[in-house]
């Protein structure tokens, strides 16, 4: 059957079906689902087009003119702060004859100039160059296209197609949360760029387990309950930690609802739970010594640890936030095999390098940790490319998140054309 073209994005949708009613349950998905051009292409129109992706966070364009850019498939984004210091998006294709406009990453300006043939638009958009004389449209029908955008505690989160899911049920759960970070006062410490030999979905696949984390992760597992919480004996300790961090939090006002010291999604695409650190740990640092300032509401540091406010919303962006700095993971596919992945460090927007931080104990713990993960994802798309990969069981207990994730990406991909697999999850729905 001949591909069609959908949103730019051609792909046969009777091989999507087949491969989705093919799924047998209970483990990976079919070597097709981490290979086919076909099935990337859907991807992209089915899900990357539909959901809520995280661009970056508003401290990355502090300044009235600071604006930035993002690639996603042929999809590009600009995303910029006016000089009324509002954050908006636009689509990077000029309104003349379509060139990107901006072609940088970041910028500042009072205005975007195409460099094709100098059509000029406002920060808000709106195009500057009179056109009505010689081209017959008011240059008031030609502002960029704006592109949704959600501000959530400072995560700028956006929206390519015509038709998102509802994003209303994650902001009131995620925002008040993470309104305790100060993530809105933060700056950027340093950001890492990755290009990880692994289909979108293997990354995320991996991030949502930490069954791996024993063997792959020496510094993590050191100040975090996420394997201790499935050793028999350690079970009750586990128990006993997360009650009283609970009741610290509450302490606290920190809006916990229970959810802790485990990856368990709180929405059928998001969770935002505050996990405890091990005793003796105020943060994710390699010795759980604090590596900043403390940020948002957090003010005492001796007494207790905060936690680390663990926020996931797929299909691309998590961050863990302690009460000194957060660390975002942004994932842009790029093919059916390969993705870029940009891991971002944020401290306090008055913290000044080599006085208040160091990079050199802000970052090993979750630069490490990245990078040991990248390395699992690159092997584990390299077997999945072999011809005689065989997709494997779950664990029912260790890779229960694993499951709901591939539940949640197939009743996604099927999309509105009709539900192949329905969402297991919480009772909370897109
Ligand atoms: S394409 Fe942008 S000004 Fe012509
Ligand atoms: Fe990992």
């Known amino acids: 059957m001949a591909g069609i073209v959908s949103n730019a994005y051609e792909y046969d949708p009777s091989r999507i079906e087949h491969a989705c009613a093919s799924y047998r349950g209970n483990g990976p998905l079919a070597r097709d689902f981490y290979a086919s051009a076909d099935i990337f292409n859907a991807d992209i129109d089915r899900i990357w087009r539909r959901y809520w992706l995280y661009a970056g966070h508003s401290c990355l364009i502090p300044e009235a003119g600071n604006w930035m850019t993002w ?99 994650t902001m009131t759960e995620v925002a008040p949360k993470m309104a305790h970070q100060g993530l809105e006062n933060a ?39 996420d394997t201790a919480r499935f050793v028999p004996n350690l079970e009750q300790e586990v128990e006993v930690q997360t009650a009283a961090a609970v009741a610290r939090f509450n302490a606290l006002g920190l809006g916990i609802d229970g959810v802790m010291a485990s990856s368990d999604m709180t929405g059928a695409f998001w969770r935002a739970a505050r996990t405890p650190l091990m005793e003796g740990w105020k943060t994710q640092s390699l010795d759980g010594k604090p590596v900043a300032p403390l940020m948002g509401t957090f003010r005492d540091k001796n007494k207790w640890s905060d936690g680390t406010l663990r926020t996931t919303i797929f299909p691309n962006f998590w961050q863990h936030a302690s009460d000194d700095h957060a660390v975002s993971t942004r994932i842009t596919p790029i093919d059916a095999t390969n993705s870029q992945v940009d891991v971002y460090w944020f401290v306090h927007r008055d913290a000044v390098e080599g006085k208040d931080y160091q990079l050199d104990k802000l970052m090993p713990f979750w630069q490490r940790t990245s990078e040991q993960d990248w390395e699992i994802c690159t092997a584990n798309q390299a077997g999945v490319l072999s011809p005689r990969y065989e997709p494997g069981p779950y664990s029912k207990i260790r890779e229960t998140n694993v499951q709901h994730f591939i539940d949640w990406y197939l009743g996604a991909l099927a999309g509105p054309r009709g539900h192949l697999r329905s969402v297991g999850n919480k009772g909370a729905s897109a």
Not at 80 to 88: A, C, K, L, T
Not at 113 to 119: G, S, V
Not at 123 to 136: A, C, I, N, V
């Open 71 to 169: 690639a996603i498939g042929h999809d590009s984004v600009i995303v910029s702060r006016g000089q009324d210091n509002e954050i908006r998006a636009f689509h990077n294709t000029c309104r003349h004859r379509g060139a990107r406009v901006c072609r940088e990453e970041h910028g500042s300006g009072r205005s975007f100039t195409c460099p094709y043939h100098a059509w000029t638009y406002e920060l808000d958009g709106r195009l500057r160059t009179p056109t009505e004389r010689e081209f017959g449209v008011h240059q008031s029908k030609l502002g960029l296209h704006p592109v949704p955008l959600k501000n959530v505690g400072g995560l700028l989160f956006v929206a390519l197609g015509d038709d998102p899911v509802s994003f209303e049920k």
């Open 187 to 225: 700056k950027l410490a340093k950001t890492l760029r990755y290009n990880v030999k692994a289909n979108w979905k293997l990354i995320f696949e991996n991030n949502r387990e930490c069954y791996h984390c024993n063997t792959a992760h020496p510094e993590y597992v050191k100040g975090t309950y």
